[in-house]
């Protein structure tokens, strides 16, 4: 068959480095110390979308994950740090899958139902657990029980583990 | 085929990291993103491949072009199972179709009662071309797990281009009993002044050279070129060495099989019986006929047999086989016109055993060489030799330059040709 241009699909890209530009700038903001993680986590993301590096991006997701642990240690705040860790994930997900489609099907196909599919998935995967802890956290009574209530998630998703296997 | 894609590898590792960093520094946040990593990876874990359960078709338009038409295709997609997050498929293109616009591909998301569409246009050449089985891919929410399958949708386009228009082709003295509108080398019924001869009983009243019977009161006959049919039989030459390309890149075949199509159409209008055969590996053969059906049969012939494919063949070429089983369809009165680039000198030993077996043979030549280079001057030089050779045999050559009309190219060979 004729030859296609195989790399990453456009939409995909776009949204995996913005969803790693946004968890990358969440990583700076508040303390400084996770900006060089984060920044370099990022750059790694950019070079593996643009050079299809699956390699590359993967070390840039996880950067940007660390980025974010390390920014918890400093206190910086929860949310931001819970939502960067996500995004994290997420944007790791979507670029593999663009770089996925864009070797199956290339740029000059339709795909942009298959990228947006994934990307709510992927999304909905990390941020539901944490919108679902910070609800229990709300409602918690007295002061911040945080230990019983991170327990408490734990089990959640190993049972959750357990129930898919 | 069901596989596992492995692009989570490590998702658990550096969950269990962030959990055990938050256990071991009792850090209850980052406890908490370590269980954003345990929930990726427990979305990962799915390993239930999704059921494909698809109903595709095909629609061609127009599914008989003729070559160079563009060929709209669009391969419908029906989903009749469940939801299909990350599905892609790609339209099997017939090899040797080029897509001119528009992708055969498509990832999507189809929900169950859906139609996924894939529109794209090809450029169609002569032949009949098949499509390939589509290929689609199935992953599930995690791209974890794909599952894969070949379906088959029959599509067929068939390109049968136009007999070529030229107004005629000059043939060499060789007919068959029937009256048509060669000038033969026997004298008789006819149009074309040949000889007068002594009156003998019986002649025709209309014949009787009135005018020499008013001035020397002899009676004499005119006799006129006896017009007969031609039966001639169209040779392409098929072999592997014969698939050299033109300037364009395309194999010779093509013009050899245009060259064929507008000789044939110019000799049927005027009345010939025309068949078509191949030498090479690969046989074809059609019979010398005549008429409307004949002619659609042999158009179809020239298009569609393989042996007039754009490919070259990868049968082995047994040259005393093949020239036997040409010998034996070979009707003894009919003529052969012999399409081949005269690329080695196979070609004209072939045509010389033809002529000798008393088929009179015309050869009709596309130039595919050049001056450029010295090697390719050599190349032409060694080709016009063959043609010399033919030539001093009494054979007749079409020397054709494809850049150019064929009927100019046969104006000017005729010009040197005596009966």
Known sequence: MTTFDDRPVRLGMALSLGLGLTAALFAGSGTSGGVGVALLGGALLLGGLGLARRSLLTAGGVLLFMAHLFRIWLGGGLTLSLVGATFAVAAWDVGEHAIDLGEYVGRSARSRHAVLAHAAASLAVGLVPVGLGYGVYLLAPGGRPVSALVLLLLAAVLVTLGLRR | ?419
Not at chain 2, 51 to 72: I, K, M, Q, W
Not at chain 2, 179 to 203: C, I, M, P
Not at chain 2, 219 to 239: N, P, Y
Not at chain 2, 266 to 292: K, N
């Open chain 2, 1 to 419: 085929m069901i596989r596992e894609t492995h692009r989570w590898r490590g998702i658990s590792a550096l969950a269990l990291v962030a959990v055990g960093v938050g256990v071991l520094l009792r850090r209850p946040g980052i406890l908490l993103g370590g269980i954003v990593g345990v929930a990726y990876a427990a979305f990962a874990t799915q390993t239930s491949a999704p059921s494909l359960s698809l109903e595709v078709t095909r629609e061609l338009d127009p599914s008989d072009p003729e070559p160079g038409e563009p060929v709209s295709v669009t391969l419908s997609i029906v989903n009749e199972g469940p939801l299909l997050m990350d599905l892609r498929v790609v339209d099997g293109v017939p090899e040797g179709l080029e897509v001119e616009s528009g992708s055969p591909r498509l990832a999507t998301a189809l929900r169950r009662g859906k139609r996924a569409a894939i529109s794209y246009t090809v450029t169609a050449r002569r032949g009949e071309h098949t499509f390939d089985p589509v290929f689609v891919a199935a992953r599930n929410p995690a791209s974890s797990v794909e599952r894969e399958e070949h379906l088959a949708v029959d599509s067929r386009l068939t390109c049968v281009p136009p007999l070529p228009s030229m107004d005629s082709f000059p043939l060499r003295d060789q007919s068959v009993r029937r009256v048509g509108r060669l000038a033969t080398g026997s004298g008789g019924a006819g149009v074309e002044f040949y000889a007068v001869r002594e009156y003998q009983r019986g002649d025709a009243l209309t014949r009787i050279d009135w005018g020499r019977r008013a001035k020397t009161g002899e009676l004499a006959t005119i006799e006129f070129h006896e017009e007969r049919a031609a039966s001639v039989v169209l040779v392409l030459d098929g072999r592997r060495a014969a698939y050299v390309g033109d300037p364009e890149g395309e194999p010779v075949m093509e013009r050899q099989v245009e060259a064929a199509g507008t000789v044939a159409n110019a000799l049927l209008a005027d009345g010939d019986q025309v068949g078509i055969a191949s030498l090479g590996p690969r046989w074809a053969w059609l019979g010398p006929g005549l008429g409307r059906d004949h002619r659609a049969r042999l158009r179809r012939h020239l298009a569609l047999a393989e042996a007039f494919a754009p490919v070259p063949p990868d049968e082995r070429f047994l040259p005393g086989l093949a020239l036997r089983r040409l010998r034996k369809h070979l009707p003894g009165d009919s003529q052969v016109v012999f399409l081949t680039p005269l690329t080695d000198d196979a070609g004209v030993r072939f045509a010389r055993q033809l002529e000798a077996q008393g088929n009179r043979v015309t050869v009709l030549s596309p130039d595919l060489t050049t001056t450029e280079t010295a090697g390719r001057t050599l190349a032409h030089l060694e080709r016009w030799i063959r043609m010399r050779q033919l030539r001093e045999r009494g054979i007749r050559v079409v020397d054709w330059d494809p850049g150019g009309p064929l009927a100019v190219a046969v104006e000017r060979a005729a010009r040197g040709w005596t009966r």
